[in-house]
């Protein structure tokens, strides 16, 4: 039985920047129904004994195209968003620590050149999706974006996600309107590098 992570902070911890209205609707919402679909989903591809990764990254494995194209859209969304929300925090970390903080400059040269080249790839990535900070089995850093609910596992790309930065329009348009650019900045607000610099050290 997959299960949405708990969040670990109020719904209105982390005003101004993510709106409580929004984290309602976002994790309570959205979440839940990825969440139910994707354990119906699996459940009927015979699939519910394994992890959500395993499942993303073996798609091919599903015969059935509608059950393939479910389980890749709902487990997905299942698993971008437990990501997505344990990585905030009220009193965030504001800088990456330890090996996370030497392979960001190793990979870009510094945290604000990572943070601009994030931010470029989701206020350029066009309709829904998510950008994405990954690495490599190696440690090696990259950038990318993706549609829908794709993310690095089930790209086939072997990557694994640090950062997921859902710009789907129901993860800022009650508070921020058209204005994406506005939201991202507020996502690195209350972004928590603690969360994703010790995500880093259990890959390397
Ligand atoms: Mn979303």
């Known amino acids: 039985m997959f299960e949405q992570i708990k969040l670990p902070y109020a719904t209105n911890a982390l005003e101004p920047y993510i709106d409580q209205l929004t984290v309602e609707t976002h994790y309570g919402k959205h979440h839940v129904a990825y969440t139910k679909m994707f354990n119906e989903l699996a459940e009927k591809a015979g699939v519910a004994g394994k992890t959500a990764e395993e499942i993303l990254a073996s798609l091919d494995e599903v015969a059935d195209e509608t059950l393939r194209k479910g389980l890749r859209n709902h487990g997905g969304g299942y698993y971008n968003h437990n990501l997505y929300f344990e ?15 030497e392979a960001i400059d190793l990979a870009f040269g510094s945290l604000d050149e990572l943070k601009a080249q994030l931010s470029a790839a ?5 309709g829904s999706g998510w950008a994405w900070l990954a690495s490599d089995m190696d440690g090696n850093l990259s950038i990318s974006a993706s549609a829908n ?3 690095p596992i089930s790209d086939g790309s072997g990557r694994i996600p640090l950062i997921a930065l859902d710009v789907w ?28 610099s010790d995500k880093y050290d259990k890959i390397v």
Not at 88 to 99: A, I, R, V
Not at 178 to 196: C, G, P, Q, S, T
């Open 87 to 101: 990585s905030f925090s009220p009193t965030p970390e504001k800088e990456p620590s330890g090996k996370l903080a």
């Open 122 to 126: 989701a206020a350029g990535q066009f």
């Open 149 to 151: 609910q794709d993310n």
């Open 169 to 196: 329009e129901h993860a800022y348009y009650l508070k921020y309107k058209n204005l994406r650019a506005d939201y991202i900045k507020a996502f690195f607000e209350v972004l928590d590098w603690k969360v994703i």
